[in-house]
């Protein structure tokens, strides 16, 4: 499901904006590593990184969006997200040398993590907003 998002969001940004160039980590089904994708990203000189998933619900009633940013805050809950959105690197070969001693289950490794990240807060809460705006 989130990968044929994907590549209806890129047509569409692609025909809306003539401007954008958009890069794809994948076309197909297939897995691509986080290390992978931030490759391809960086070797793009990308502006902006847009990863879309799917959420599970034991709600079976539950629909919409959601659009996440990670901050500085320090709440458990959010460090529980992270460990699960960075979970998938536990599953790549080498994981340890390629993210440089970053562990997912580690705490102290998120707020490393997250304080690299807050370089652009500002810009990501913006999209995000802008985002969340086109879902009410």
């Known amino acids: 499901i ?6 209806q969001l890129g047509e ?6 003539e401007n954008v160039d958009v890069i794809y980590t994948r076309k197909e089904d297939k897995f ?3 290390k992978g994708r931030t490759t391809i990203a960086n070797k793009a000189d990308a502006d902006l990184f847009l990863s879309i998933h ?3 619900a034991a709600n079976k009633e539950a629909f919409g969006t959601e659009t996440f940013v990670m901050s500085m805050t320090k709440i458990a809950a959010n460090l529980e997200l992270a460990k699960r959105e960075n979970s998938s690197i536990l599953l790549e070969e080498n994981y340890e040398q390629t993210y440089e001693g970053f562990n997912p289950d580690s705490p102290e490794s ?3 993590r997250s304080i690299a990240q807050s370089v652009y807060l500002d810009q990501s809460l913006t999209l995000s907003a802008h985002i969340q705006e086109q879902y009410r």
């Open 2 to 7: 989130s990968l044929e998002v994907a590549l």
């Open 54 to 56: 799917c959420n599970s």
């Open 110 to 112: 998120l707020i490393a």
């Open 32 to 34: 691509v590593t986080l």
């Open 12 to 17: 569409y940004i692609e025909r809306a904006y």
